[in-house]
Nanobody, 126 residues
């Protein structure tokens, strides 16, 4: 069983940047694709970006394409989410999760992911 812990959230001004981290414990992390999602109160969890097992492939939500980057360091069992040109509408709790085996290759559905972390809050405001 993989356990995930997100960190790096905070308050940032519009146009600013943040780097979130997703640290994992468990042997299966380095053999799993990982996704970042975000959620605001009353709304469904929304896909942000995913990364493949070795980091060679990534897939993005249209709303963040060109503004975010994702990377992973399997030696450190950590996935990173770099967010630039942040907008107020990026305000949310951000979660990382492990993609389930057998799910579609570049899935953006939160139901295809599991082992959710507790989330880290990102607030974009002046």
């Amino acid at each position: 069983q993989v356990q995930l812990v997100e960190s790096g959230g905070g308050l940032v001004q519009p146009g600013g940047s943040l780097r979130l981290s997703c640290a994992a414990s468990g042997r299966t992390f380095s053999s799993s694709s990982v996704g970042w999602f975000r959620q605001t109160p009353g709304k469904e969890r929304e896909f942000v970006v995913g990364i493949s097992v070795r980091g060679a492939e990534s897939w993005y939500a249209d709303s963040v394409k060109g503004r975010v980057g994702i990377s992973r360091d399997n030696d450190k069992n950590t996935v990173y989410l770099q967010m630039d040109s942040l907008k107020p509408e990026d305000t949310a709790t951000y979660y990382c999760a492990v993609k389930k085996g057998g799910s579609p290759w570049h899935s953006k559905a939160w139901t295809d992911f599991g082992s959710w972390g507790q989330g880290t809050q990102v607030t974009v405001s002046s």
